[in-house]
């Protein structure tokens, strides 16, 4: 069965290349296009569309408006389609916040492989909203990661931890931070995620948790109670002078497609962290990170992944579960929990599937 879209853009133009982009694939069709909200509402009852992608800002009653709106009454797979701004990305966190699968970029002239590789882009993360859990929004959402106030005794062995997500990512981090203490080993995240939006990003968390939370500069140590977004146009690694941990950042080729890479992140962990770090790998599609976690626990460190119950997309996590470089599978809503008891030198038993 084809993926059934649903277009929402104010613009006609974008509606049109949308559409040939979509209808273009095998998989998916269109099955219709609005160009405010009161169209949108009444086709998603009528065509029950497997997937919308939504534009951030239209006039009238908002992009945001009708999203909440939506996750009330209808909850679905939702894709942004955003302006890479500093404007646009801030309301895009903020949709990912309401329930958002995953943003992509407003379509741009340029080279014919630009345009196949944006087509390529949009197809994949379409497939992926397909089958994302949506988790209504009708009663009031789980509660809300919070600043952890004080601080708790956390035992010496480990000095770091590295976290990788990509889809559904920003809420499953937002969560893990807002819920780890201020005197915290340093924390390295790599979300996947454009360059205009990881200071925003790295903002919103900061505002959310005990921890000093920052996009990441390049030498700058890594410190206890802080954690680190990776900039969205650099690879972010853990590199050590003398007995210091640092942040590096990395112009290099992207790794699994993707700049940052968190198999990047987590194989700099491994090679010098070793038993001294902690790895989590959360909600994210494809298999970046699996083989770095792997490389985490081959070098003594211990691993946590996200269980597929509580996350958006399955994908990394599974692959890292699959190649056997998890310890422990746990729940969002547990994930901090189960760090901290870490941390703390307490064991806790091994989740279905870990070993």
Same mark, same amino acid.
């Given at each position: ?24 694939? !095998? ?68 949709? @990912? ?8 970029? $407003? =379509? $741009? ?12 882009? @949009?197809?994949?993360? @379409? ?8 988790? !209504?929004?009708?009663?009031? =959402? ?43 080993? !340093?924390?390295?995240?790599?979300? %996947? ?32 109670? %802080? ?7 650099? %690879? @972010?690694?853990?590199?050590?002078? +003398? ?7 990395? +112009? ?7 700049? =940052? ?69 746990? !729940? ?21 599937? +870990?070993?």
């Amino acid at each position: 069965m084809s993926i059934r879209v649903l277009i929402v853009d104010d613009s006609a133009l974008i509606r049109t290349v949308l559409a040939e982009i979509i209808n273009g694939a !095998p998989d998916m069709q269109v099955v219709g296009s609005a160009s405010g909200a009161t169209a949108a509402r009444e086709l998603v009852r009528t065509l029950n569309p497997d997937v919308l992608t939504l534009d951030v800002e239209m006039p009238g009653v908002s992009g945001l408006e009708f999203l909440d709106r939506l996750m009330r009454a209808h909850p679905m797979p939702v894709v942004m389609v955003s302006a890479f701004t500093e404007r646009g990305s801030e309301t895009t966190l903020k949709a @990912l916040e309401l329930g958002a699968v995953d943003f992509v970029a $407003k =379509p $741009k002239g340029g080279s014919i492989q630009g345009l196949r590789d944006y087509a390529e882009q @949009l197809r994949e993360k @379409l497939r992926a909203a397909a089958h994302a859990r949506i988790a !209504p929004r009708a009663a009031p =959402p789980a509660p809300a990661a919070r600043p952890v106030a004080g601080s708790v005794s956390l035992a010496s062995s480990y000095r770091v931890i590295v976290v990788g997500a990509s889809t559904g990512g920003t809420e499953a981090i937002r969560e893990l931070l807002a819920r780890l203490p201020a005197n915290t080993p !340093p924390v390295l995240v790599t979300q %996947h995620m454009p360059e205009t939006f990881t200071k925003a990003f790295a903002a919103r968390l900061n505002a959310a948790s005990a921890l000093a939370v920052s996009e990441a500069v390049h030498g700058e140590p890594a410190l206890a109670g %802080h954690a680190y977004i990776a900039p969205g146009h650099s %690879h @972010l690694l853990l590199v050590k002078e +003398g007995g210091t941990y640092r942040l590096a950042l990395s +112009g290099a080729p992207p790794v699994n497609r993707h700049r =940052p890479s968190v198999d990047v992140l987590f194989n700099s962990a491994a090679e010098v962290g070793g038993g001294q770090a902690l790895g989590v790998i959360l909600t994210g599609m494809g298999k970046d990170g699996a083989a770095g976690m792997l490389a985490l626990r081959q070098a003594g460190a211990y691993n946590f992944a996200q269980d597929e119950a509580s996350c958006v997309v399955f994908g990394m996590p599974r692959e890292a579960i699959a190649c056997g470089a998890v310890h422990e599978i746990v !729940p969002m809503p547990e994930m901090a929990q189960a760090v901290l008891a870490r941390l703390m030198g307490g064991a806790r038993p091994a989740r279905r599937g +870990g070993a």
